[in-house]
């Protein structure tokens, strides 16, 4: 397995503007996935995006992946502050494990 | 009712004492995991399983100890607990490796 590295550490904005946070990774990969950590709860998954893939959306989110630049970003649009948590990327190399970086902590202000 | 449910949900402990966490789940995954997690860090994987006779350790299994009692259930155990192991703990399940899906954590305070 290999570690996602998350940038930046932490975001600051204002409810209704976009977040974007990037991952970058160093190794080939079959998919990455993006996960969501509420304050002192357990991550929640929130999408994945397979290799052969480059853009995917789910809702206010969308996905991006550039498997040549071994990277991967995260836009939220429209931000509310439902959305203030950690989100951690999580590179996948077809085997069990997920390693965890430290993730993106986003603050969104009302 | 939740898929992944972890008890207890906080625990305070003293150095030493032996403590288990235990984890359900609803899902009928095979594959089971436990991590900790630090303040301001990643998780880490202690210890995993893929089905009730596999069991694998992760980056940080010393200290710890699993038994997957059944399909359904995964429990971690703290041989000797000490202070270093404070964290955060969850569980997770996944069906094939891909998707895991989290409990709602176990935080353990060891003084």
Redesign the interface.
């Known amino acids: 397995s290999q ?1 996602g590295e998350e940038d930046p550490q932490a975001l600051s904005i204002q409810e209704g503007e976009n977040a974007t946070m990037n991952c970058s990774y160093k190794t080939s990969i079959n ?1 990455l ?1 993006w996960y969501r950590q509420n304050s ?6 929130l999408i ?1 995006i397979r290799s052969n893939e480059r853009e995917k959306h789910s809702g206010r989110l969308r996905v991006t992946l550039d498997t040549s630049k071994k990277s991967s970003s995260l836009l939220i649009t429209a931000s509310r502050a439902a959305d203030t948590a950690s989100y ?1 990327c999580a590179p ?1 190399a ?10 993106t902590k986003l603050s969104v202000i009302p | 009712d939740a898929d992944v449910t972890q008890t207890p949900r906080n625990r305070i402990t003293k150095t030493g004492k032996r403590i288990m966490l235990e984890c359900s789940q609803t899902k009928g995954h095979d594959r089971m995991y436990w991590y900790r997690q630090d303040p301001g860090l990643g998780l880490r994987l202690i210890y995993y399983s893929f089905d009730v006779k596999d069991i694998n350790k992760g980056e940080i299994s010393d200290g710890y100890s699993v038994s997957r009692q059944a399909q359904a259930k995964f429990s971690l155990s703290l041989e000797s607990a000490i202070p270093n192991q404070t964290a955060l703990y969850f569980c997770a399940t996944s069906e094939r490796g891909d998707t895991q899906y989290f409990g709602p954590g176990t935080r353990l305070t060891v003084l």
């Open positions: 570690q998919n996935q002192g709860r357990g991550l929640v998954h994945l951690f996948g077809g085997s069990y494990q997920l390693t965890f970086g430290k993730g």
